[in-house]
């Protein structure tokens, strides 16, 4: 329980120091959003009036402590390009993110485990240059490209979803569906090669230890062994590796999203950044960066659990 305690204060935490970097970040950058919003001809009294009701007249620091403290209670802020409650712009957005990300993640637990297993039993033998080659190009393969490849394929020849169609979670959802999950596979693609190749690297280490051959000698079935112990200690290290995954699956989200036209909040983070949206802007990245914290954390809990070595002291 103290464990949990500490990983839940470390996640508070990074929040806390993501939330001010991000907040200092935009607010040092160059350009000025009132005249973004009212154009370069503006008179000085039109954009001082608009920064005052911004409030970007007030020192840094207590505008941070402003909007932190409106973003504890779930104020948001308002748009700078929109008008509107931070919250009303992200939320529809959020959900197509979120479940793009979960599909590319499920994919890549389904997928790799069981190929990075039976990988194994392809070193050394007459397939393993084959299966070399394969893995090196899916990790080599850039998202933007292959969602080139699979919106042209599946979606302009077979015509299984539509490319660029706007996503309506509410609406239609089946096609929603079908384009989230296309736009997962290529997110996914590139993060399966590596979690193949590192688990098939653990699983050759582990059955090269002594226990693994002691256990043999003693008249143990392999494929029992496999299973017993070499799976679940070379699973500590691809949950650990999964749990770095979602960084990357976020930032291949945002590369994904343009591809395939997906109104989420990737792509809503680039235009909010193009137009200085920095409420948008500022709250997207403490989002993003909860994810990435929280898978982490959560790959943590599950290795301890896992992995008895790793309560030993923890206080779990």
Same mark, same amino acid.
């Given at each position: 329980m103290k464990y949990v305690i500490r990983r839940v204060a470390a996640l508070?935490?990074?929040?806390?120091?993501?939330?001010?970097?991000?907040f200092l970040a935009f607010s040092l950058v160059s350009g000025d959003p009132a005249q973004t919003k009212l154009g370069t001809e503006a008179t000085?009294?039109?954009?001082?009036?608009?920064?005052?009701?911004?409030?970007?007249?007030?020192?840094?620091?207590?505008?941070?402590?402003?909007?932190?403290?409106?973003?504890?209670?779930?104020d948001l802020g308002i748009s700078y390009s929109y008008s509107q409650p931070v919250w009303t712009l992200i939320a529809p957005k959020l959900g197509a993110t979120l479940l793009m990300c979960l599909l590319s993640f499920a994919l890549i637990v389904l997928v790799s485990i069981p190929l990075g297993i039976g990988s194994y039993r392809w070193v050394g033998g007459r397939f393993e240059w084959l299966s070399t080659i394969l893995n090196q190009l899916c990790m080599a393969a850039p998202p933007f490209f292959t969602g080139i490849l699979i919106s042209y394929?599946?979606?302009? +020849? #077979?015509?299984?979803? /539509?490319?660029?169609? &706007?996503?309506d979670l509410r609406g239609d959802l089946p096609s929603?569906?079908?384009?989230?999950?296309?736009?997962?596979?290529c997110i996914a693609i590139p993060r399966v090669a590596m979690t193949v190749r590192m688990m098939r690297s653990t699983v050759v280490g582990e059955m090269n230890r002594a226990y693994v051959r002691t256990a043999i000698s003693r008249g143990l079935d392999r494929r029992g062994v496999m299973l017993r112990h070499v799976l679940k200690n070379s699973l500590v290290a691809t949950v650990t590796f999964l749990g770095q995954t979602m960084a990357e699956i976020i930032g291949g989200s945002i590369v994904v999203e343009q591809v395939f036209g997906i109104a989420g909040l990737g792509s809503f983070l680039v235009s909010s950044i193009r137009?200085?949206?920095?409420?948008?802007?500022?709250?997207?990245?403490?989002?993003?960066?909860?994810?990435?914290?929280?898978?982490? +954390? #959560?790959?943590?809990? /599950?290795?301890?659990? &896992?992995?008895?070595r790793l309560r030993l002291g923890g206080g779990i």
């Open positions: 508070l935490a990074t929040m806390l120091l993501v939330s001010a970097l991000a000085p009294e039109a954009l001082a009036a608009l920064r005052r009701e911004w409030g970007l007249d007030r020192p840094l620091a207590l505008r941070y402590l402003s909007w932190l403290g409106g973003f504890a209670t779930g394929g599946f979606g302009v +020849a #077979l015509r299984l979803f /539509v490319p660029g169609q &706007v996503l929603a569906l079908r384009t989230l999950f296309f736009a997962a596979v137009t200085r949206d920095y409420p948008v802007v500022q709250t997207i990245v403490v989002i993003l960066a909860f994810w990435v914290a929280l898978s982490g +954390a #959560l790959a943590d809990l /599950v290795n301890r659990t &896992v992995d008895p």
